[in-house]
């Protein structure tokens, strides 16, 4: 019987009686201590009765003692306990009625206490009153003292009764509660061990029937588990759980055997494919690989003959050709090559699908030996197909049937064998079109070669006729002896007068000669003349075709990487930043290009200056310590004693040279060190040695790599990219400089470059070169020292940096040196661009700017610096010979000095920078007649950081401004003591109050003429909207030089959107002109994100009538390469009408020769930006010449 029950069953019925026991214990229990629980409960209830009886009676009696007290001390401090019990009494008394609301006769007795107590405090209430009305004596003689005793012991009584009562109920119930506590120990101690007897019986039955079972099933799964699948367990004639665990285990273990054998067909094709892969890694020849692949697929699969046909795309029709085979024998009525649906061969190519034979008749085909032929019974035919298109075709023959993994193993391997036959084709493809190319440039080798032969042809014949011209000379000097002789003898010029015309005729031969030779060596000059213009039109239309397109890209990149909408996803910034990067690497080649071809027709520009050799080596090491960092590797840099200081060289070209060195040295060391050495030969020449542990260069290409385009491993599989230009350069560039490069190598052991350079050169005077500027990419930090030196090598955190940018190296000299007396750190630069990176770089206190400078006019630097939120705080003091004082502060100067200064102006000066720098808090007169609009200006400019001063009329302005010592003005022009108008030409006619920027805060609309004169007097006028806050919070802030990152989060937030939208250039009407609509669209989506108008032309002609359709146009951005009318000859048409004499057109050029900006500017062009176009410097150029 037990056989047939469930595990679950016998185990729940063994637990069901064990239940029941401990459940009839429990009960007993349980009861015997709800009455414990109950008892306990009433006992309780009791105590609580008899402490409110208890609490009633001390009250009385408090009463009582406290009348008592009153009675006869008459004072009112002992009337406190009584109050304290008719306060309290009844509370108790309404306790007890709920307590005992369960008893009738306690109710009763509560009911009859209430009432004695309400008639015996009356009776003391009288008392009190007659004491406190009549006296004492009234009190002590009333007769309510005889009524007071009785009501008093009967109270006594009644709480006697009540107590004596709770006390029968309190000793009956401690009975119960000792007799019901005794029932549940007796019931706990005689069933606890009954039960727990009886479950161990239970127990030991039911583990004898179900562990020895399991046991067994255990031993049999470890028999398993050590790799002995033929174990079984004996069925046993059971319906529990252990019977159906007996037959369930014997039927895993039968599903195991099939997955293990399932598993090694699996592997079987796994390892397979991966044996073919690596057969064929590396081969590029297409017979070898269909040779490799039938020897081992047939042997494979159980084949016994194999065919391999490869399909001929170059014939028309393609057609399939056998290309190898395995145990093949031909035979004459059978083809080797087959077109698409001809044969087995052919109709699987065309179906694209696998055919297979089976039980072939005996006569299909004969597979034979040495020992004997016979017939397959099975072929198979598979076609390899790449992209959907057939390559190749397999035919495969066997005795046997192919299994259903032969077949598997087949399509697979068709797989990867379309992928190996299409890259192979391609490699010989690839290989095909090098060597065309390779032929190519023999050939144009060869003509350059044929062109130099000529040229020195044409130096040769120049110089014969030198020759010639000296031997004329000669001859003409004889003859000119001759005639002296023949006038001195008169008798032999006769004699000889015909020998004379001889002479004559011989001269005119001569001279004939000569003239035929300076005719010849004049058309080989012409020659070489418009080959030269050839080659410089060249470069000019290379740099215009290559730069045109990459400005588009660059812009637009640089758009997408800034997200400025943040609707693209990280990753597509990501992409759009590679683009960017890719862009200026490619913008690096065009240049290394361009300098080539430049220094290969002389017209490479050299700039001789004096270099520190310190600054030079801290820009080395601030470039490439990262990239040290990055690869592991150890960089230094060691300088000899002996070397001096200062050098005079082309400092851009220098560092261009060594970066070129250090750069390879790092690109060919994967582990060691790169090093530089600094130092001096005794023949006044300096040498700079970058020494690495690289990869060494095999001596028979130590030469090699000095031409242009070639490295030490020229393959299309190097592993090591570059265009090969960058030692051409540098070689070029260091003979340039009147030195030399060379090289010492051995293979895997390192390279060491030693360029050796002249300590001193004379001064060249040169035309700068015009170099692209990569878009909105961060001004390079300057490595040279200035003519004057300067500080930059000894500034500390917590100097004071004074930033001189100045071109007249005497003015910057006496500069610094009062700079320095005033206990000022002094950096100077010479061109705007070194300047604006200083100021980058150091941010520095205060600035000296010049606005005549020789790279950018100083306008664009001081807009470039107030529109850089790290660097607008900083006061900005203009130094110029221009009458441009008000446009000077309009911009955001601090104080404009016109040229030339006096030492007084110059004490003033420095005095006025020492005290803005010491003042951290600036001072803000706010003039204003409303007190709340005072007050909103106030508090949304204050921070700390400015002081705020308000004043309600022009007089109170006035005396402020005498007293206080104010940096800036807000004012609104309604006041009610004065004009507006009249407040501002008294403040400006104070000299101690003119340089005060004044703000105009107005609600005023004003008139044309109102707004000219305000314009010419204050600083920046701003007219009450809803967005006049935000502008009134950035002005202030430029004019008072505040720190944009101290500021508030919120008030911060507010400038950054703002800025966004900048107000010069909002709402203002610019028109391109370009033929390339790719720069048209990436320079309106950059101009419509500032909230400008955008108009374009394609080329000259419709610019000049889209001007003409929209004279409003604010600016013009002009291409310079365009056809039917090039943009020089479009900004002269322009420039001869009238009404756009004054018209800012602003050149845009891919050409970076030299000349350009001269040709740009005398065509008629507002200024000049080379391609691809520096977005800021764009922007900067636009908001200066809209500003006019």
């Known amino acids: 019987m037990l056989k047939r029950l469930r595990i679950g069953t016998k185990i729940g019925a063994t637990f069901g009686i064990g239940l029941a026991i401990f459940a009839i214990i429990g009960t007993i229990s349980y009861s015997g201590t709800r009455q414990l629980i109950e008892t306990s409960g009433w006992v309780t209830h009791t105590y609580q009765v008899l402490g409110e009886l208890e609490d009633i009676l001390s009250l009385i009696k408090d009463a009582e003692n406290g009348q008592r007290g009153y009675l006869l001390t008459g004072e009112a401090l002992y009337l406190d306990p009584y109050n304290l019990a008719v306060k309290n009494i009844q509370q108790k008394i309404n306790n007890a009625r709920q307590l005992t609301a369960d008893n009738p006769t306690q109710q009763q007795s509560l009911e009859r206490l209430n009432v004695l107590v309400n008639e015996r405090l009356q009776i003391m209430k009288q008392r009190i009153e007659l004491r406190q009305t009549r006296g004492l004596e009234a009190a002590l003689q009333d007769e309510s003292v005889q009524r007071g005793m009785p009501v008093m012991n009967e109270i006594r009584q009644v709480i006697a009764q009540m107590k004596a009562r709770e006390q029968d109920l309190l000793d009956r119930r401690s009975t119960n509660a000792s007799s019901a506590a005794q029932n549940t120990l007796d019931s706990i101690a005689i069933g606890m061990p009954l039960g727990f007897a009886l479950l161990a019986v239970l127990g030991f039955l039911l583990n004898r029937h179900i562990s020895k079972p399991l046991t067994r099933v255990s031993q049999t799964a470890e028999r398993i588990a050590d790799g002995d699948l033929s174990a079984k367990l004996p069925l046993l004639n059971r319906q529990d759980e252990v019977g159906i665990l007996t037959r369930t285990f014997n039927q895993m273990v039968e599903n195991l055997r099939n997955s293990l054998q ?71 009525q059978l083809s080797n090559q087959f077109h698409l649906g001809e044969g087995l061969v052919g109709q699987c190519a065309l179906e694209k699908q696998r055919i297979l034979l089976t039980n072939v008749p005996s006569d299909y085909i004969r597979i034979r030996s040495g020992l004997g032929d016979a017939s397959p019974l099975n072929v198979i035919v598979l076609p390899v197909l790449f992209e959907n298109e057939v390559v190749s075709v397999i035919e495969l023959a066997s005795f046997h049937a192919f299994t259903e993994i032969q077949l598997t193993l087949l399509e697979r391997l068709a797989q990867t064998i379309g992928v190996v036959l299409k890259a192979i084709a391609s490699d010989a493809k690839t290989q095909r079109l090098l060597e065309e190319s390779q032929t190519l440039t023999e050939e144009l080798q060869s003509q350059q070669e044929e062109l130099y032969r000529s040229n020195r042809q044409l130096h040769e014949q120049a110089h014969a006729l030198e020759e010639s011209e000296l031997r004329l000379q000669e001859q003409q000097e004889e003859l000119k002896v001759s005639n002296e002789e023949l006038q001195q003898l008169n008798e032999e010029l006769e004699e000889k007068a015909e020998l004379l015309a001889a002479q004559k005729r011989e001269v005119e031969r001569k001279n004939g000669e000569i003239d035929q030779a300076m005719l010849a060596l004049q058309e080989k000059a012409e020659q070489l003349e418009i080959s030269s213009r050839y080659k410089s039109e060249f470069l000019a239309n290379m740099s215009h075709e290559l730069r045109t397109p990459l400005n588009s890209l660059l812009i637009l990149a640089k758009i997408l990487s800034d997200n400025a909408e943040q609707n693209l996803t990280n990753k597509q910034v990501e992409y759009s930043r590679t683009i960017y990067s890719s862009g200026n690497d490619l913008l690096t080649l065009i240049n290394d290009i361009l300098d080539l071809a430049k220094i290969e027709s002389g017209t490479i520009a050299i700039d001789i200056e004096p270099l520190d050799l310190t600054d030079l080596q801290l820009s080395l090491d601030r470039t490439f310590r990262q990239i040290a960092n990055s690869k592991g590797l150890t960089f230094s840099i060691e300088r000899d004693l002996q070397t001096p200081e200062v050098i005079s060289t082309d400092s851009k070209r220098l560092q261009q040279i060594l970066k070129n060195l250090l750069a390879n040295a790092f690109k060919f060391t994967e582990r060691g060190s790169v090093t530089i050495r600094i130092g001096s030969t005794q023949d006044q020449k300096v040498f700079f040695a970058v020494n690495d542990t690289g990869i060494g260069i095999p001596p028979e290409k130590q030469q090699l790599i000095f031409e242009a385009f070639q490295q030490v491993d020229g393959t299309t599989s190097r592993k090591y990219g570059g265009t090969g230009l960058g030692l051409s350069i540098s070689r070029e560039l260091a003979y340039r400089l009147g030195g030399s490069i060379q090289v010492t190598s051995e293979l895997d052991r390192g390279s060491t470059f030693t360029l050796y350079l002249p300590q001193t050169q004379s001064a060249v005077v040169t035309t700068s070169q015009t170099a692209p500027l990569p878009v909105s990419r961060p001004l390079p930090i300057p490595n040279l020292a200035a003519e004057v030196p300067d500080d930059r090598a000894l500034i500390e955190s917590g100097d004071r940096v004074l930033l001189i940018i100045e071109d007249d190296v005497s003015f910057v000299k006496i500069l610094t040196d009062i700079a320095r007396q005033r206990g000022f750190k002094v950096l100077s630069a010479l061109r705007s661009q070194s300047g604006l990176a200083l100021a980058q770089q150091f941010k520095p206190r205060a600035i000296l700017l010049d606005l005549h400078l020789p790279d950018l006019d100083g306008w664009t630097v001081l807009d470039r610096l107030k529109h850089d939120s790290e660097l607008r705080h900083i006061p900005v003091h203009i130094l110029s010979s221009d009458d441009q004082r008000q446009r000077g502060l309009q911009l955001g100067a601090i104080a404009y ?44 400019i204050g921070n700390g950081d400015v002081n705020s001063i308000a004043a309600h009329t022009a007089q109170d302005a006035l005396q402020t401004l005498q007293v206080q010592q104010i940096d800036c003005v807000v004012m609104d022009l309604g006041l009610p003591d004065m004009s507006g108008f009249e407040l501002i030409e008294q403040i400006k006619q104070d000299d101690a109050l003119s340089k005060i920027p004044i703000i105009i805060y107005t609600g005023k609309e004003l008139t044309q003429p109102e707004e000219t004169q305000l314009k010419r007097l204050a600083e920046t006028i701003i007219i009450k909207d809803v967005r006049s806050p935000e502008r009134l919070l950035d002005e202030t802030a430029l004019f008072l030089h505040r720190v944009q990152a101290n500021l508030p989060k919120p008030k911060r937030q507010i400038l950054e959107d703002l800025h966004q939208a900048d107000s010069v250039l909002t709402n203002k009407k610019v028109l391109i002109v370009d033929d390339d609509v790719r720069n048209i669209f990436a320079l309106t989506s950059l101009l419509e994100r500032q909230q400008m108008e955008v108009l374009y032309a394609e080329n000259g002609r419709e610019g000049i009538e889209t001007l003409r359709s929209n004279p409003d ?60 176009v520096d977005t800021e410097q764009l922007l900067s150029l636009l908001r200066v010449w809209l500003y006019r």
């Open 897 to 940: 000095l016109q040229k030339p200064v006096s030492s007084e102006d110059l004490t003033q000066l420095f005095g006025e920078i020492q005290s803005f720098i010491d003042r951290r808090v600036k001072n803000l007169l706010v003039i204003e007649d409303d007190t709340v609009q005072a007050r909103s200006i106030i508090d949304l």
């Open 1113 to 1172: 146009i604010n600016a013009v951005l002009m291409d310079i390469m365009m056809p039917e009318m090039d943009g020089y000859e479009t900004t002269r048409a322009i420039r001869q009408q009238q009404q756009f004499r004054s018209l800012p057109i602003i050149a845009l050029t891919a050409k970076a020769m030299q000349g350009d900006r001269e040709k740009c500017i005398e065509a008629g062009a507002s200024d000049y930006i080379t391609k691809p």
């Open 262 to 332: 399932k598993s090694d067909r699996q592997t079987w094709l796994q390892s397979n494919l991966a044996e073919f892969s690596h057969l064929i890694q590396g081969e590029r020849n297409l017979g070898t690989v269909s040779r490799l692949m039938l020897s081992h697929l047939a042997p494979l699969v159980g084949a016994q003959h194999g065919a391999f046909y490869v399909m001929d795309v170059e014939q028309s029709p393609p057609v399939l050709k056998l290309l190898s085979s395995y145990a093949y024998q031909e035979r004459k």
